[in-house]
């Protein structure tokens, strides 16, 4: 009899406790950085594609929601033509971000992308596209790596010892 | 010519703010819940979420109204619509102030245990009527519950009758003019108020609804409008009991500088508040605890209340 009153007076004390709702449209969550959102395309601090269409996100993503074609530039860069995520698909598995070898596929911390139309959740290459380098400031695949480009040479990038002539080691 | 206005404006004034109070319980009770249990509850239609009653409104009128094959069709339509006039009808007997109240009954108390036992015929048809497993188990614990309820909740209110020597309702607030019967009859009110919530179906005696063993009790087969009927009926029943329990033993309209209408209205308000409460906190008995308790522990401590009360009247005149 007494637990019952005592029940009754502590579930009354809750009307004073805060709040355990979060009024999500007015007030937003809290999300990490690394949390699996929204799927975007960075470029490198000079402001090119860092994405080198090596399909490496397309063959790891578990539900076959990335379709792109490659292209090479003048300079010998390679793009893709089109890259194209339907997030209808998607499920934010993050497969892709952890496959890509330049840091270009990355995920975010954004999840509301509800729309009205199915066929809008289809996002090419210019909604992918951000104009930042992402989680990874500073990165610039074609500075650390050794394949040479139009405007880069061999032994040209960060930390690369200039390319050995292998005659000259003649004895 | 003034009275006939006066016996137009009274009842359906009542009729209309009985109902209206029903609708706005809903909304009540969804806030209160939710303040009970650390969340917000409906706050996003209108000023504080109140339209949400409009939203509720709209939302079962619109649903659409569905009559099993295999129900008995003529009961399974009646059923709703008796629990709703049998507690509208008990609200005539309810004196709100000293001069608003609908009818005078000399047997005002009986009149309204009468209804009380009639509205046990709404669950107990309703459940019969579906003409399946679930409903059917609901419609008899409703049955065997409220019957059994009913016993002492009539022989709790007889120590206030002995006290005010009337069963008018009017003539008791007046007799409470010295002091209210909470007082004398503390343990009459405890039993009258146990009594209540079991005939109102409200946890923690919701047996015959009880949605975590049978669905929704005697309402499974039910939807639209004559669902919304039964959740009215329960509404104005737990407003129909605060009435009564202020009446009875809180001196009804009686209390100091606000007027009459609004102490009736505020202490009501209190009591339905603390019905959501109940609800918010107490887990729902088991059916055989339910009936020892009813038989064995609050049908003698009501008849000896009854005797107590019965015995220091004898010795004071």
């Known amino acids: 009899m007494f637990s019952l009153l005592k029940s009754l007076w502590l579930v009354f004390l809750h009307i004073f406790r805060p709040r355990e709702t979060m009024l999500y449209p007015e007030e937003k969550p809290y999300l990490s950085p690394r949390w699996r959102g929204r799927i975007i395309l960075s470029r490198d601090p000079d402001g090119c594609e860092r994405c080198v269409a090596c399909y490496l996100c397309s063959v790891a993503c578990p539900v076959g929601c990335i379709s792109l074609q490659a292209t090479e530039d003048e300079h010998g860069r390679r793009y893709p033509e089109f890259f194209r995520i339907n997030f209808s698909r998607c499920i934010f598995c993050g497969f892709c971000e952890e496959a890509c070898p330049t840091y270009a596929i990355q995920l975010t911390p954004d999840f509301e992308m509800s729309e009205y139309n199915r066929q809008n959740l289809v996002y090419e290459k210019e909604d992918l596209l951000i104009n930042g380098p992402g989680k990874y400031p500073g990165y610039n695949f074609y500075n650390v790596a050794g394949l040479a480009i139009g405007g880069k040479d061999k032994g040209k990038a960060e930390n690369e010892e200039p390319p050995v002539d292998v005659r000259s080691l003649l004895p | 010519m003034n009275e006939i206005v006066r016996s137009f404006i009274i009842p359906f004034g009542v009729l209309i703010s009985m109902t209206s109070i029903a609708a706005g319980l809903i909304w009540l009770e969804r806030r209160l819940l939710a303040l009970w249990q650390n969340r917000y509850g409906p706050n996003r239609i209108g000023p504080y979420g109140l339209s949400q009653v409009i939203a509720d409104m709209i939302k079962i009128f619109l649903k659409e109204d569905w009559i099993p094959p295999f129900a008995d069709k003529p009961v399974f339509i009646l059923a709703p619509a008796i629990i709703v006039i049998t507690v509208l009808l008990s609200f005539a007997i309810i004196p709100f102030t000293q001069s608003i109240g609908v009818v005078d009954l000399n047997v005002g108390l009986l009149f309204f245990l009468a209804m009380s036992s009639l509205s046990v015929y709404s669950v107990a048809l309703a459940g019969w009527a579906s003409n399946s497993k679930y409903p059917l188990i609901g419609g ?79 309402h499974s087969e039910y939807s639209g409008m004559k669902f919304g009927m039964f959740f009215v009926g329960e509404y104005l029943g737990i407003t129909l009991i605060s009435a ?69 009247l004898l010795a004071v005149s």
């Not at chain 2, 146990?194 to 009880?210: K, S, V």
């Not at chain 2, 009501?268 to 008995?285: E, Q």
């Open chain 2, 140 to 218: 008899l614990r409703a049955a065997a519950q409220m019957l059994s309820y009913e016993v002492f909740m009539g022989l709790s209110l007889m120590g206030v009758v002995m006290l005010a020597g009337s069963f008018d309702l009017r003539k008791i607030v007046e007799a409470q003019r010295d002091m209210w019967f909470c007082i004398p009859q503390f343990f009459g009110m405890v039993v009258f108020l146990i009594a209540g919530i079991a005939e109102t179906r409200r946890l923690p005696f919701d047996l015959p609804e009880a949605e975590s063993e049978l669905v929704a009790g005697f």
């Open chain 2, 244 to 312: 009564l329990v202020v009446t009875l033993f809180l001196g009804g309209w009686r209390g100091p500088f606000l007027p009459p209408v609004i102490w009736f209205a505020l202490k009501t308000f209190i009591f339905i508040c603390g019905f959501i409460l109940l609800r918010a906190s107490l887990p729902r008995l088991r059916y055989d605890q339910l009936m020892s308790f009813g038989w064995k522990v609050m049908l003698p401590f009501s008849l000896l209340n009854l005797l107590v009360t019965g015995g220091i």
